[in-house]
């Protein structure tokens, strides 16, 4: 199992930028593939960005193609989600959460508690 612990949410204004952290601890960080996901108030959670084991691949959801980037450290341990142009329905709880081939299977074992990003119009 992985412990994933976010941070760098907060508030911020329409066209801003965030820049989101996961700290992996526990197993090896570099076999997982890594993915973050947002829910907002009253919605299912939906995936946003995803990147290989390697940092060789990533995928994100079309709502914020171009404007976001998903980046990984496999020294330090940690993958980032770069939030740029930042629009009011990306408000949301952003979780980090990692897996075993997940990149291909969409299936993610680990999770983290989740950080709140607040985009004010």
């Known amino acids: 199992q992985v412990q994933l612990v976010e941070s760098g949410g907060g508030l911020v204004q329409a066209g801003g930028s965030l820049r989101l952290s996961c700290a992996a601890s526990g197993r090896t960080f570099s076999p997982f593939d890594m993915g973050w996901f947002r829910q907002a108030p009253g919605k299912e959670r939906e995936f946003v960005a995803a990147i290989s084991w390697s940092g060789g691949s990533t995928a994100y959801a079309d709502s914020v193609k171009g404007r976001f980037t998903i980046s990984r450290d496999n020294v330090k341990n940690t993958v980032n989600l770069q939030m740029n142009s930042l629009k009011p329905e990306d408000t949301a709880v952003y979780y980090c959460?990692?897996?075993?081939?997940?990149?291909?299977?969409?299936?993610?074992?680990?999770w983290g508690q989740g950080t709140q990003v607040t985009v004010s119009s």
């Open positions: 959460a990692a897996g075993r081939i997940a990149y291909v299977t969409k299936q993610y074992t680990d």
